[in-house]
């Protein structure tokens, strides 16, 4: 697996002691650059400016965009980014419309299992590995190709 420093995690979410709390979770326990927003506007601009390796994002945000359509402007604009979603409010509709719409690794409940979480993001981030690896192949391949 790559250097753990080389991976860029995304926080999204409006309360303030689940940032604190996960952000200081992935500081004391990983190497990973950890991006933490409260506003999902702030969260768009800095998608558009950093490449996300994992993201956590609450379903439940104030104001016209909420978790789901969040993680699909990512998915938009960095399809190999792993897409989670934490949030006290699990239903299976939205479990349902989060899978399908934008490919989601894990739909988690608060309060989470900090051990837990952190073998989950461990897990997102090896696949996101191996979908960076299977891409550079490809791009490859078809490069071999061309000539």
């Known amino acids: 697996m790559e250097d753990?420093?080389?991976?860029?995690?995304?926080?999204?979410?409006?309360?303030?002691?689940?940032?604190?709390?996960?952000?200081?979770?992935?500081?004391?326990?990983?190497?990973?650059?950890?991006?933490?927003f409260a506003s999902s506007q702030e969260a768009l601009e800095a998608i558009q400016t950093h490449e996300i390796d994992l993201a956590i994002v609450d379903y439940l945000m104030p104001g016209d965009l909420n978790g789901i359509d969040f993680l699909l402007t990512l998915k938009q604009k960095q399809p190999f980014s792993i897409?989670?979603?934490?949030?006290?409010?699990?239903?299976?509709?939205?479990?349902?419309?989060?899978?399908?719409?934008?490919?989601?690794?894990k739909y988690l409940e608060k309060p989470w299992n900090n051990a837990d979480l952190l073998e989950t993001?461990?897990?997102?981030?090896?696949?996101?590995a191996l979908?960076?690896?299977?891409?550079?192949?490809?791009?490859?391949?078809?490069?071999?190709m061309k000539r």
């Open 83 to 105: 897409r989670m979603i934490l949030t006290a409010y699990a239903d299976k509709e939205n479990v349902i419309k989060a899978i399908n719409e934008v490919g989601l690794f």
């Open 131 to 144: 979908l960076k690896q299977l891409a550079e192949i490809q791009i490859l391949d078809v490069n071999e």
């Open 121 to 128: 993001i461990r897990e997102g981030l090896e696949k996101r």
């Open 4 to 36: 753990k420093a080389k991976y860029t995690v995304l926080i999204l979410d409006d309360e303030p002691n689940v940032l604190t709390s996960l952000n200081a979770l992935l500081d004391s326990e990983t190497d990973y650059n950890v991006l933490a």
